[in-house]
């Protein structure tokens, strides 16, 4: 018996490019980027005869299915040489990188994906760190330009923040852009996300300038890369990009983290290993360290 993920639609494979370094003292990087795949629908089983599992277009489910599972078990973490070839400041590598270490926390503690740590990242910290948080800050801007620069002139890119550190994240970028990225400025908007609506006053959601936080549903598609400061088992972005969608019509194309921690998904189980839903294939997700 075989669990596979069931689409209406046709299939686009899923590659997974990995490229493996160092990450100097505390763990290693990779790269994966997911290219293709459709919507999500369900979960289905088979528990037919053996030839029947064998039949062509169900051996294709499974073909996918599995390089779903591949990609969400690997690590999302750029390798070491090609983020610092990508930044504007290549000393603030280093300097990011000692701050993660120095901030880590030993637990056991409980994550909100419900997941058991052994240790945690206490990324918050470095984030409001004095010393370390411009250099945060421009390694996220610079990410962005390397990796999401629209192709169509006029297009704008929503940078949204998850609560707490991913809004932590967005309104330092918010705020570091006009004096290190200026060239950005003309297609990035910034945002925060809650987990909740407020129960009071605007009962917004998304705190952002008007043209935002006023979409619906039915306003035009519009493109934007999540920011948080940790990724485990998917399950915040998977919340996330299918309410954006819903609620807002927004498309999540990346999503960019501080740290990946990879070694959660290992030997998670399948139900939840949320990376590997399909509804996160085409997200491009990219981190700047993942301490294994």
């Known amino acids: 018996c ?7 639609a046709r299939i686009a494979l899923v590659h997974i490019s990995m490229f493996r370094s160092f990450a100097a003292r505390v763990g290693h990087g990779h790269v994966a980027v997911a290219l293709g795949a459709t919507s999500f629908t ?8 053996r030839l029947w599992c064998e039949e062509p277009k169900l051996a294709t489910f499974t073909q996918n299915c599995r390089s779903l599972e591949a990609r969400a078990r690997g ?12 930044l504007s400041v290549r000393g603030d590598f280093d300097e990011a990188l ?4 120095r901030n880590v926390k030993m637990g056991p503690f409980t994550a909100t994906s419900g997941l058991v740590l052994e240790y945690l990242l206490n990324a918050a910290t470095s984030l409001l760190d004095k010393t370390v948080a411009l250099q945060i800050s421009r390694m996220t801007l610079d990410v962005i330009s390397a990796n999401f620069e629209p192709s169509r002139k006029g297009e704008v890119i929503f940078v949204i923040g998850g609560e707490m550190g991913g809004g932590v994240m967005a309104g330092q970028c918010c ?8 060239h950005l400025l003309p297609w990035l908007d910034f945002a925060y996300m809650r987990k909740k609506r407020k129960e009071s006053g605007t009962l917004q959601q998304l705190e952002a300038p008007n043209h935002i936080t006023s979409r619906n ?3 035009p ?7 948080d400061e940790a990724n485990s088992s998917g399950a915040e972005l998977l919340k996330n990009v299918t309410l954006l969608k819903k609620e807002y019509n927004i498309d999540v194309i990346g999503a960019i983290y501080l740290v990946d921690r990879s070694r959660d998904r290992k030997e998670l189980p399948l139900d939840k290993l949320h990376m590997a839903n399909p509804a996160l294939a085409k997200v491009k997700v990219l981190a700047m360290f993942d301490l294994e």
């Open 221 to 227: 598609p519009v493109k934007a890369v999540w920011l």
């Open 217 to 219: 549903s039915e306003s």
């Open 175 to 182: 705020a570091v852009a006009p004096l290190t990225h200026k």
């Open 42 to 49: 369900a979960a289905v089983a088979c528990t037919k005869p």
């Open 2 to 8: 075989i669990s596979i993920w069931f689409w209406p």
């Open 98 to 101: 000692q701050a993660c270490a």
């Open 75 to 86: 690590s999302f973490g750029i390798e070491a040489q090609l983020l610092q070839r990508i």
